[in-house]
């Protein structure tokens, strides 16, 4: 298992209910690829450098996670279909 971060920005017009549930599904994701969601921190509403879809501002979420390098191809495949994720990004970290 290696170490990462998942920075993911949803779009401005998810209610906080909803935005709660793209990160359920984010972890369920993770957790049926064997990994371990260590930590979520909400960023908040932040106004986006350039118009993503649209959007003028989005809500960034980060995700501390624990996964099988094996499996993040998966993770960020579910990452790139999912239409209320307007942009995502995973790095390694550690070492």
Known sequence: MRTYELTVVVGS??????LNGV???IQGWVEADQGKVTNV???G???LA????EYHE???VLL???LDPQT???LERNLMLNDRVLRHLLIRTGE
């Not at 017009?13 to 909803?18: A, Q, R």
């Not at 350039?50 to 879809?53: G, T």
């Open 58 to 60: 989005g809500q960034y």
């Open 23 to 25: 990160v359920n599904t």
């Open 45 to 47: 509403r932040r106004r």
């Open 50 to 53: 350039y118009d993503i879809r």
């Open 64 to 66: 501390g996670l624990e």
């Open 72 to 74: 993040t191809s998966g």
């Open 13 to 18: 017009d998810v209610g906080e209910e909803d």
């Open 41 to 43: 921190d909400h960023w």
